[in-house]
């Protein structure tokens, strides 16, 4: 087997050396940053978790422990501009300089463009780009120092195809992936790597913690069963398993699931022809109705979603394992 171009394997798991290596990884409380978490500590990490809500951290750092794993977790809100100080004082209290940074925190608002407001893209813009993008500045003393440290960017496929019905985060999405593949280039012989990883649809459960807006049953409907169903979402844990490993080649970018690969393939080479077929999805989404609802959260959405509840069962039951909140009944 061809040996990797960055060895990420955790010191201790290296022949002659002690030192564990240190991660961290945004929105680790719940869903895919959890998973990510858990895999990390699996291949040696000891991993620092971030997220807002301290009692959802907690029960991830106790489900996390179960399993074996040496973590801490610190709560903050990563667009607070203080945050990347506080999260990295943190780091360096609990475990020392980072080795790996997985910047994977990240919001879903989804609704048609008449029910949005400009500050759900500032909130998008906020959280995936600027906060990744601070937190990232600051942690880069660091990575240059180990000699072989990481960045992970969590983007999407959504910031490869405009998917309407989801501008806020298309427009965020968009700009990481941008800003993820040009720094891969201009660190490129610093010693840090980093690698992009767009993700298609994946069953984290978190289509309750989504946002949405205008018919919100109808957007709720629509996105859980998307985000559920097995031909177009894939398994979770496997994602996080193949995350990881690309981490620790350096791999430039991983895409996962076929669906988001062609739809990336075929935007890069026909992009009339995307259009094409985006503005006939658009045209099957529901309208934004008489008065458009704003914000609902998906747990409340789904509560009078015009959908049999055994569409969103794999989600739902992915929800429940990977801490998402509990659907309204
Ligand atoms: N699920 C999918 O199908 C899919 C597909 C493509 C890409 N992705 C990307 O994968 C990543 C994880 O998705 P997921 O499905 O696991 O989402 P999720 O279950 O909703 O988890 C999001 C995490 O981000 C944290 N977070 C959100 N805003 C934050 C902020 N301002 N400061 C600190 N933490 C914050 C959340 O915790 P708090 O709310 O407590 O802060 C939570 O831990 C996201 O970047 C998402 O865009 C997901």
């Known amino acids: 087997m061809a040996q990797p171009l960055h060895d990420h394997r955790p010191d ?33 990490y000891r991993v620092m978790l971030c997220a807002r809500d301290r009692d959802e951290l907690r029960r991830a750092e106790r489900r996390l422990g179960a ?34 940074l997985v910047n994977n925190a990240g919001i879903i608002q989804v609704g048609p463009f008449d029910a949005l407001r ?19 500045t600051a942690a880069l003393p660091d990575l240059r120092a180990a000699g072989n440290g990481s960045v992970v960017n969590i983007t999407s496929v959504g910031g490869r195809i405009p998917a309407p019905h989801m501008l806020p985060y ?30 298609g649809l994946m069953r984290t459960g978190s289509h309750t913690a989504a946002r949405f807006h205008g018919r919100a049953p109808a957007e709720y409907s629509w996105f859980a069963a998307a985000a559920s169903l097995p031909l177009l979402s894939m398994d979770a844990e496997r994602a996080a398993r193949a995350i990881v490993r ?14 988001a690969w ?9 992009p009339a022809t995307t259009t094409r077929l985006l503005t006939l999805a658009a045209r099957l989404l529901p309208g934004s109705g008489r008065d458009p609802a704003h914000d ?34």
């Not at 977790?73 to 667009?79: E, P, Q």
């Open 12 to 44: 201790r798991a290296r022949p002659g050396r002690s030192a564990p290596r240190t991660a961290l990884v945004t929105g680790a409380s719940r869903g895919l940053g959890r998973l990510i978490a858990r895999e990390l500590a699996s291949h040696g």
């Open 262 to 270: 062609i739809g990336s393939r075929v935007q890069g080479l026909a």
């Open 246 to 259: 690309a981490a620790e080649r350096g791999r430039p970018e991983l895409v996962l699931t076929p669906a």
């Open 170 to 199: 298309v427009a965020a999405k968009f700009a990481a992936t941008g800003l993820s593949q040009g720094l891969r280039a201009e660190l490129a012989g610093s010693g840090v790597s980093v690698t992009t990883v767009v993700p």
């Open 67 to 100: 399993d074996g794993a040496e973590t801490a977790s610190v709560a903050c809100d990563l667009t607070a501009p203080q945050a990347p100080t506080q999260v990295l004082a943190a780091v360096h209290e609990r475990f020392g300089p980072l080795d790996l």
């Open 296 to 329: 609902v959260p998906g747990a409340e959405a789904g509560r009078t979603a015009p959908l049999p509840s055994w569409v969103t069962t794999l989600g739902d039951r992915a929800g429940r394992r990977f801490g998402e909140p509990r659907a309204d009944t």
């Open 118 to 136: 400009e500050e759900d893209f500032r909130r998008a813009m906020e959280t995936m780009l600027f906060a990744p993008l601070r937190l990232t």
